[in-house]
Nanobody
Framework: VQLQASGGGLVQAGGSLRLSCAAS????????MGWFRQAPGKEREFVAA????????YYADSVKDRFTISRDNAKNTVFMQMNSLKPEDTAVYYC????????????????????WGQGTLVTVSS
């Protein structure tokens, strides 16, 4: 599957952004989808993930209750609504997909995902 992320930009602290990730292919509904982020000088970290049906999600503690991941299988798209943004949320955000790993918190790590989008930059000013 090929992934194309969009929706990043510059926003003030406390603001909101909605990221989108469009996927190619006819089997999008088979894939676990995830969002990761990488700040300058830091490792890529897990942000959120959603299972194939959208019935189950995981979030990093740092974004819980502020970010919401969702998917529209009819449109081959996954979204992440980001509210109450903080300067520490500044990073390049990547969407990722995989259809073979089990949907458990233990597998929500960057090396587990086989397909990646190009990233979209989110900058939160204080």
């Amino acid at each position: 599957v090929q992934l194309q992320a969009s929706g990043g930009g510059l926003v003030q602290a406390g603001g909101s952004l909605r990221l989108s990730c469009a996927a190619s292919g006819r089997t999008f509904y088979n894939y676990i989808m995830g969002w990761f982020r990488q700040a300058p000088g830091k490792e890529r970290e897990f942000v959120a993930a959603i299972n194939w049906s959208g019935s189950s999600t995981y979030y990093a503690d740092s974004v819980k209750d502020r970010f919401t991941i969702s998917r529209d299988n009819a449109k081959n798209t996954v979204f992440m609504q980001m509210n109450s943004l903080k300067p520490e949320d500044t990073a390049v955000y990547y969407c990722a997909a995989d259809r073979r790993i089990p949907f458990t918190i233990a597998t929500m790590r960057a090396p587990e995902f086989s397909s990646w989008g190009q990233g979209t930059l989110v900058t939160v000013s204080s």
